[in-house]
């Protein structure tokens, strides 16, 4: 059975049951799959970066693709305090994490696995920074709500995160700072932005932008820029260059988060309720990619291909392996370790107040 919940708090929904009524918005669900097929296209494409077009092409995406997904979990996230809102950091968040945090560490112990795996419980590995940045910026919200300047105080809390040497991949603690900003923008200001990014003029606008930041990526110094897990000394920058190519990644990110969303169509596609699973297809996609790399397969593919014909093949293939991995079949058999009911009915003791 599909895990549920009451609503959503985060840019990966529970799976609803086939049989409930619909009550999704499309354009969430959407945007969604858009971004997932995105993240999954990006890590196809990371093995294979050297070429100048896959290079431009990987920071093009970076650009914007987390940046929107952290804003989409703005958008949806409620301001409530409470232990409902603890149990679901606890059970739906931060329990996936651990789940998967040792399974990837179980996998990399596989013959070829292409990296080391997790260094520790408390470095996220590679994708799953997500999760306990998506815990954090929902208990930094109710606070940040009740601030004066909100948006201000979120900016300059990422910039200045950036000049603490112990801020870095632990506990995703740089990228908690360096995109909170994102998350907040998405809970302030989506509605606006979805009534205004709206038609012909905002879609052409759309795309006059994403364009010019297809030519900007290429200024960019180095992609780490781009992940925000690393410090200014870390990226060879001084303090007062630091805080100003962040305060650029942070322009890039709102403006290319917007042109993204505005291009995402407003009504149901037969492929739509597949972005309702759009943590399954998340969490799990890591293993394929790293065992394609293990097999050699993206390394023939670029022996044979030219990088225009890599790009494409690798777009097609991450939106095969996300509606795959989003399918309501797969759902039933991922949900015990994407979702875990099962623990968190083990785990969780019931109220009798």
Request: with cysteine; proline share 8%; aromatic share 12%.
């Amino acid at each position: 059975m599909a895990c549920r919940t009451p609503f959503s708090f985060d840019a990966f929904p529970s799976t609803q049951l086939p049989h409930a009524p619909s009550t999704r918005d499309p354009w969430k669900d959407n945007a969604r799959l858009a971004l997932i097929t995105l993240v999954v296209f990006g890590h196809c494409l990371e093995p294979l970066r050297g070429v100048a077009l896959i290079d431009a092409l990987y920071r093009f995406l970076y650009l914007f693709h987390m940046p929107a997904f952290a804003f989409l979990s703005g958008a949806v996230a409620s301001t409530e305090v409470s232990p409902r809102l603890l149990k679901r950091i606890a059970f739906q968040l931060m329990l996936p994490y651990l789940v998967f945090q040792g399974l990837y560490a179980l996998a990399a112990r596989l013959p070829g696995w292409p990296d080391a795996g997790p260094s520790g419980i408390t470095t996220p590995y590679w994708l799953l920074w997500y999760l306990p940045s998506l815990a954090a910026w929902r208990l930094l919200l109710p606070l940040f709500v009740r601030l004066r300047h909100a948006l201000l105080l979120a900016c300059l809390l990422a910039l200045a995160a950036g000049w603490a040497g112990d801020v870095g991949y632990r506990m995703s603690l740089s990228r908690i700072a360096a995109f909170f900003p994102f998350f907040l923008i998405g809970h302030l200001y989506a509605p606006a932005w979805r009534e205004r990014l709206h038609g012909p003029l905002a879609a052409a606008i759309a795309l006059v932008v994403l364009v010019a930041l297809g030519w900007a990526a290429g200024a960019v110094p180095d992609p780490r820029w781009l992940y925000g897990s690393n410090g200014y000394a870390a990226l060879g920058v001084d303090g007062a260059a630091g805080p100003l190519w962040r305060g650029l990644r942070l322009a890039a990110g709102v403006a290319g988060s917007a042109a993204c969303l505005a291009l995402v169509p407003r009504r149901a596609f037969a492929a739509t309720a597949a972005g309702a699973r759009s943590l399954q297809a998340y969490l799990v996609h890591g293993f394929i990619v790293k065992l394609a790399v293990a097999a050699g397969a993206l390394g023939w593919l670029a022996r044979r291909e030219p990088p225009a014909i890599q790009a494409l093949v690798l777009l097609l293939a991450a939106w095969v392996l996300v509606r795959l991995l989003a399918s309501a079949p797969a759902a039933r058999l991922l949900d015990p370790l994407t979702c875990p009911r099962w623990l968190e009915r083990l785990l969780w003791r019931a109220s009798t107040g």
